[in-house]
């Protein structure tokens, strides 16, 4: 198995966190828990299952989990090989053309919110790369090209980089004592 981080182009630095190229030779499970970024995927070989109370449900080679409240498990298949995109909180919705909490707790297809004849063009060019950078600028160039900037809320901004600086252990009464709010 083999799992490596990449970092994105400077103009993509505010908005992703790390690009994660994951490749299995063996059918192998993982399990997401809980954060407060959303991950794009894409399946370059093989395919992805979510594992749900009712068997395996079969993933898109090309989709996006929102942000969690509990744990997923998901399911690779063998010879699997996969790009994904880790976006730093409230950074996705500079990509999307839906608000973010449409994406809580789901993992969607990108062909039901993005337009689907660039979805496809990234997946092929995805295909046909040699290696791991081209693979990685196939999924920057599809960013750069979906790219809006939208006014965040800085309170929400400032409350979720108070968190992450803490590793997620803060109290709420001492991040609303921090940021001046009641």
Do not use: W
């Amino acid at each position: 198995d083999k799992y490596v981080e990449m970092a994105p182009t400077a103009a993509l630095q505010p908005y992703v966190h790390h690009f994660a190229i994951q490749e299995s030779q063996d059918i192998s499970e993982v399990t997401v828990v809980p954060g407060l970024s959303m991950v794009m995927g894409f399946q370059f070989t093989g395919c992805a299952k979510l594992r749900q109370d009712s068997g395996l449900v079969d993933l898109s080679t090309a989709g996006i989990t929102g942000v969690l409240n509990s744990f997923r498990v998901f399911e690779y298949s063998r010879g699997v090989g996969s790009i994904l995109v880790y976006f730093r909180p409230l950074a996705a919705a500079a990509f999307l053309p839906l608000p973010a909490y449409e994406l809580q707790e789901k993992s969607l297809s990108l062909y039901e919110i993005l337009p689907g004849k660039l979805v496809r063009e990234t997946g092929e060019k995805i295909s046909l790369s040699q290696n791991n950078h081209e693979r990685i600028a196939a999924v920057e160039n599809l960013l750069l090209k979906l790219f809006r900037p939208k006014n965040t809320d800085a309170l929400a901004s400032a409350a979720c980089n108070r968190i992450v600086d803490n590793g997620g252990n803060i109290r709420i009464g001492q991040l609303a004592k921090d940021l001046y709010i009641s």
